[in-house]
């Protein structure tokens, strides 16, 4: 389910709402919708020299983490990153390996049905 939502619905909000599809968009939603709006996880980020480790924190169980975990995963794997995930069941941290030039995707509607 996470996967999926990863995938499609997400992608098409950030589209919407940011106009563009980046890693910066991506940790923006996680931020504001899940931590500052829903309130379902603590959010928490670090960079070292170009590598970022994101924290979710939550109370929900292993389900949650999975959820949570494979969307990080699918809208990282749609921008071409590789994430390492380690999940628990009170959290999941994403280690998102340094990224050297900025990658945008952005496509249309009509693109992306085309596909």
Known sequence: ?????????V???ILYYFRKFDLDSVLKIFRVIGA???N??????????????????HGMGPSASAY???S???LCHR???KVDLEESDDQVI???RRVIREQTLVQSRSAQKAN
């Open 36 to 38: 500052e709006y829903s």
């Open 11 to 13: 992608v098409e909000f």
């Open 72 to 74: 990080f995963n699918a």
């Open 79 to 81: 921008l071409g990153l």
């Open 94 to 96: 994403c280690k998102i």
């Open 40 to 57: 379902v996880y603590v959010y928490s980020e670090s960079d070292d020299e170009g590598n970022r480790t994101i924290i979710l924190r």
């Open 1 to 9: 389910m996470g996967l999926q939502s990863g995938n499609n619905r």
């Open 68 to 70: 949570y975990g494979a």
